[in-house]
């Protein structure tokens, strides 16, 4: 009798886990070929120059073929990307890592402080909602940040219009351990039996849902525990059920690939690539990284964010850098990582659709109070009362 393909399956099981079969979609080789806009492939990830790849996509043409190739990459390639150089101005990055040491103070202070997911309490420094408490406490530093043009190439890359930024701040400090080996939001945080409870066409849905990425605060060498990745084990169906079985924890211990960053460097990979934090050896390197979670405007965000808050915050940030002449671009990637830009859900009946089949979006208010000029105080009007239609 000859097996059923994995792929036409309906549901999945732990028995569907084949160690061989992952075994031989892992131990592909990245072709340097598949991927003409990389400055290189580095342990089978392609590493991107920033600078080559604002060249690459000036037009909309080049724009759209860039885009292409890092959606080919992350789906069925290695499911990894590096962008060396995706911040430019060390500052830039230097002001946010400050606002972020200055939150997890804060929250020690006041008994707040949080652990992390999969690694034992205590081995890191973790801010949840970073993006909140960061706009709101330093709209000028997360404008400057949050505009960068990367993070939104590859973002929109992958997910399309109205995608939404999370943040979490992960701080892992000298002798801090590995995480275990796993996969992320949202199948990711799931038991196994919750998980093998979703058809096999949910496993496949889950991974385009969000982005996963990570900013380095600082030079992170190997000794210093950056992150571990196994290149193309998200394209293994049934990993999600998998990636806690010993076997496969082995396999991944042994056959990880480990890649050094810069401060100012990107990563952004599949929510769905076998990955963990690396152990920190070093004796003096507190490790930080700006953990994105980037979601689907069609799913669900895994953080509870107060974007009414944060766009009331940053306006007067975007009036003003508008009028000292900031461009379009500049401004529509700060509004794209504050503002919520997808109407629904909402109440039909309060909030008809205007123009088209759906009402503005909170985006699009944002937007038009920048173009208008408005006075902050009609802005904080018009997203409490689009709030208001949106409650049922």
Not at 267 to 275: D, G, Q, S, V
Not at 357 to 362: H, I
Request: hydrophobic share 40%; with cysteine; proline share 7%.
């Amino acid at each position: 009798m000859i097996p059923t393909p994995v792929r036409s399956r309906t549901w999945l099981t732990e028995e569907d886990c084949d160690l061989d079969v992952f075994r031989s979609l892992v131990e592909q080789r990245t072709d340097p070929a598949d991927h003409p806009s990389a400055l290189r492939v580095e342990r089978n990830v392609p590493l991107y120059d920033s600078g080559r790849l604002r060249e690459l996509t000036a037009t909309a043409e080049g724009r759209r073929e860039v885009q292409s190739e890092l959606v080919r990459t992350l789906l069925d390639g290695p499911g990894v990307v590096v962008l060396k150089g995706a911040y430019t101005d060390p500052a830039v990055v230097d002001r946010a890592s400050e606002a972020f040491r200055a939150l997890i103070e804060e929250e020690r202070a006041s008994g707040t402080a949080r652990g992390d997911h999969f690694a034992k309490p205590g081995a890191n420094d973790r801010v949840w909602n970073a993006l909140d408490k960061m706009a709101v406490r330093a709209p000028e530093v997360f404008a400057d940040y949050y505009a960068n043009d990367m993070l939104e190439l590859v973002a929109e890359a992958w997910l399309g219009p109205a995608y939404q930024v999370t943040s979490q701040v992960n701080v892992v400090n000298p002798g801090g351990a590995a995480q275990s080996p796993h996969r992320d939001y949202h199948l990711g945080f799931l038991s196994q039996a919750q998980a093998a409870a979703y058809p096999a066409h949910v496993h496949r849905l889950s991974p385009v849902l969000t982005l996963q990425g990570a900013v380095a605060h600082c030079d992170m060498p190997v000794e210093s525990g950056p992150t571990l990745y196994l290149p193309h084990s998200q394209k293994f169906e049934p990993g999600y059920l998998a990636w806690r079985l010993p076997g496969f924890v082995e396999y991944f211990d042994a056959h990880h690939v480990q890649l050094p960053l810069e401060k100012g460097d990107a990563a952004f990979f599949n929510p769905a690539l076998f990955h963990a934090a690396g152990h920190n050896v070093s004796s003096g390197i507190r490790r930080m990284a700006n953990l994105l979670q980037i979601s689907s405007a069609f799913g669900r965000a895994m953080e509870t964010v107060d974007r009414q808050a944060m766009a009331n915050a940053l306006f007067p940030v975007l009036r003003e850098r508008r009028a000292e002449g900031a461009g379009e671009d500049w401004l529509r990637r700060v509004v794209a990582a504050t503002a919520e830009g997808y109407p629904f859900p909402t109440d039909l009946d309060l909030d008809p659709p205007v123009d088209g089949l759906a009402p503005p979006s909170q985006a699009d208010t944002l937007w038009r109070s920048v173009i208008e000029d408005w006075e902050p105080e009609r802005l904080r009007r018009e997203l409490a009362a689009g709030a208001e239609r949106r409650r049922s």
